[in-house]
């Protein structure tokens, strides 16, 4: 039986690859999709998330629903010039709606705590892959915390990192860092969590020759574009490398599905994580304790809250990817 899932995503180019991912491989079974504000404002982002889903072939009756449009506290810092101005890298073509998949009627904060109430009752909890700033799940914990507690099995989220550094600011991760209270309030809720932190985000990659060896090429004019699933992931691909002029492509968030699809590819360790909210330098820093010891007067370690995927078997987590997306689409049981 796949695994059901709901995910909460502020589409950007990776997490295109992630959603046509978790929508193709028979592993999963999305029962809903939440979107909020974070690569791009949150507009732009819920449309490109419905864009990715008709690509990606999703029922056209998934529950979608536009959610916060900023976070908690602070401004929206969105990306346009790593994401694009449609989020989903400005391709020519761009990438078209081809059904008329509507929004849910509700925002998506409720529309979550819906879904956790109705799963907490059945006594059946759902795993979330997060990939975003965490302002919609704050939220919902906010609304209904034991509903959460008891209707979420699982949270996967991309977002910290452990002792890479950061993005966004030198030591602190984007999805964390856009929102630090929001992440704060999910870290510390209860909930069992993997974290697969920016350490390992950029490391999980295939290069030009790889998709070659696949047959996976970029097509050479719009006429030849069918916008499928994986023609849209390997356009997007191909983009990455010709926009920071490499031969690799990040697969980014899409690796967090993968590993939700293959766990056992993710080496984790539970650690005490919390989330830096007031320095000038590091605030949104995931701080993880790595101490191995703790004597007076040295400060007393918290207890653990957080599985820190500290490695992964990458062509693992790649050959996950390959086979759900740059396949036939396979059938659900």
Not at 47 to 67: I, M
Not at 180 to 205: H, K, R
Not at 293 to 309: I, R
Request: hydrophobic content about 45%.
């Amino acid at each position: 039986m796949p695994l059901d899932v709901v995910m909460d995503v502020d589409t950007g180019v990776d997490d295109a690859l992630a959603l046509i991912l978790a929508v193709r491989s028979p592993a999963l079974n999305v029962i809903a999709v939440s979107c909020v504000a974070g690569n791009g404002d949150v507009d732009t982002v819920t449309d490109a998330t419905l864009r990715v889903l008709d690509a990606a072939g999703a029922p056209e009756d998934l529950p979608v629903a536009k959610g916060c449009a900023r976070p908690l506290i602070e401004d929206l810092h969105a990306a346009p010039f790593i994401h694009g101005v449609d989020c989903l890298g400005d391709l020519d073509p761009p990438v078209p709606r081809t059904t008329d998949r509507a929004l849910h009627e509700k925002h998506a904060v409720p529309m979550l705590v819906d879904i956790f109430r109705e799963r907490a009752r059945a006594e059946d909890p759902v795993t979330l892959i997060a990939l975003a700033p965490l302002t919609n799940i704050a939220m919902a914990l906010r609304i209904d915390e034991e509903a959460c507690k008891k209707g979420i099995k699982r949270i996967f989220w991309m977002g910290g990192a452990v002792s890479s550094g950061g993005n966004y600011m030198a030591w602190s991760e984007a999805n964390a860092a856009y929102d630090p209270e929001a992440a704060s309030i999910v870290l510390g809720c209860g909930i069992p969590i993997t974290m697969y932190p920016w350490d390992l985000f950029m490391n999980v990659e295939f290069s030009a020759s790889e998709l070659a060896a696949l047959g996976i090429v970029n097509p050479a004019s719009a006429n030849e574009c069918k916008h499928s699933g994986p023609e849209v992931a390997a356009r997007l691909m191909f983009r990455e490398m010709r926009q920071w002029e490499k031969d690799t492509a990040v697969l980014g968030d899409a690796g967090t599905v993968a590993g939700v699809i293959d766990p056992d590819a993710f080496v984790t360790k539970a650690h005490n994580v919390r989330v830096e909210l007031t320095g000038q330098h590091t605030r949104g820093m995931t701080v993880v304790d790595l101490r191995q010891f703790v004597d007076p007067p040295d400060l007393p370690q918290g207890a653990a809250n957080v599985d820190v995927v500290m490695s992964a078997d990458i062509p693992r987590l790649k050959r996950v990817f390959q086979d759900a997306v740059f396949s036939e689409m396979p059938k659900k049981e």
